[in-house]
């Protein structure tokens, strides 16, 4: 009987792998079937062309040959953008460009209200602690995770157990950011002094003497207790591309300084450092965008209770808990105005490296 109740989900889950293996299965022999369609044309027509200039008919000029190869070419790669195009515009473009217009509006999406949302973001107690919680967030997450990254990257370079040592720091980078929270909250859970303790920082608290805290009660210490979690999460990130950095600055320029009789805190500052600052760059504006963003360690925590909220989970509250979507439409717009300067800034950085 049991069975006979799960049957129809069962049968929904059968139809979702036939359809994911459909799709998947049909991509790869597109991706496949196609390439080699257009390779054995091309093959033909150069076999043709060289039969027929062999032939003692005359051969098209090398610059019209070149022009329709050209041109072959470029449907191919447009063949293969387009997928990619379309995907871009129905997922990108078009909702950037809805949102933006709804924030314009009010919350039920009929009436043109000017720039009141925009008004009511700069002008409200709540949003505006929301904004200086965010701050707190992009300043603090990415110094201190690409810091932690660098020491990490510093301490386990050439080490004996390095890979060991560097796989289990990148770990909590394949956890999810809701796995993590979920495993951070266990840290900070609370219970009353007269039960044992769950929570590893209460535990560890009442064991130095002091009473069990709700940490994620208590502002704005809740805020920097969660910024830990991020932290945790990226630090991992960091490491890894900055020890890739270390690694390729060339030896000679190594022994050369150590010839020179620079000490460790020398090399680290004069050598180390200029080597790496791009990989540095990189670190810094990865997770910066991914901190301006961050929604899931707030509201699998929290929900943005306790003064802990930040632009990401404000934007949902108003549009989806409280119905406000022109509300929430001017965060998420001022959000993606956050995020603009850096990512010119990295486009920017990345072109002087190639110029170089």
Do not use: C
Request: aromatic fraction near 12%; charged fraction near 15%.
């Amino acid at each position: 009987m049991e069975f006979a109740d799960e049957a129809p989900k069962l049968l929904m889950l059968l139809y979702g792998l036939i359809a994911f293996a459909v799709v998947v299965g049909g991509l790869l022999v597109l991706l496949d079937v196609v390439p080699a369609w257009f390779a054995r044309r091309r093959e033909a027509a150069l076999l043709a062309a060289a039969t027929t200039g062999g032939a003692g008919t005359a051969a098209p000029p090398p610059a019209r040959r070149r022009s329709v190869a050209n041109r072959r070419e470029g449907g191919l790669g447009l063949f293969f953008l387009l997928p990619t195009l379309l995907l871009l515009a129905v997922g990108l473009i078009v909702p950037a460009i809805r949102t933006f217009l709804l924030s314009f509006m009010d919350g039920g999406s009929r009436n043109w209200v000017g720039f009141s949302n925009y008004t009511w973001m700069f002008s409200q107690d709540e949003i505006f602690s929301v904004l200086t919680n965010t701050l707190v967030w992009v300043i603090l997450v990415p110094l201190v995770a690409t810091a932690i990254g660098l020491i990490y990257a510093v301490l386990v370079d050439r080490a004996r157990f390095e890979s060991v040592a560097k796989a289990l720091i990148f770990m909590p980078m394949a956890i999810s950011f809701v796995g993590a929270s979920i495993i951070w909250k266990f840290v900070y859970a609370y219970r009353s002094g007269e039960y044992d303790q769950i929570g590893l920082l209460n535990h560890v608290w009442k064991m130095l003497g002091g009473e069990p805290q709700q940490w994620l009660s208590n502002p704005p210490l809740n805020t920097l207790l969660l910024i830990v979690i991020m932290i945790w999460i990226q630090a991992g990130f960091a490491m890894v591309v900055l020890s890739a950095a270390i690694k390729a600055i060339p030896g000679d320029v190594i022994e050369a300084a150590r010839l020179d009789g620079v000490n460790p805190w020398q090399m680290f500052w004069q050598i180390t450092m200029p080597s790496i600052r791009p990989a540095l760059i990189v670190v810094v504006v990865t997770v910066s965008i991914a901190t301006l963003k961050v929604f899931d360690i707030v509201r699998t925590t929290t929900n943005g209770n306790y003064d802990t909220g930040v632009i990401a989970n404000e934007m949902y509250n108003q549009a989806f808990r409280f119905g406000q979507t022109g509300q929430g439409s001017a965060l998420a717009v001022f959000l993606f105005v956050l995020v603009i300067p850096i990512v010119i800034y990295q486009v920017h950085n990345l072109r002087k490296q190639r110029e170089v």
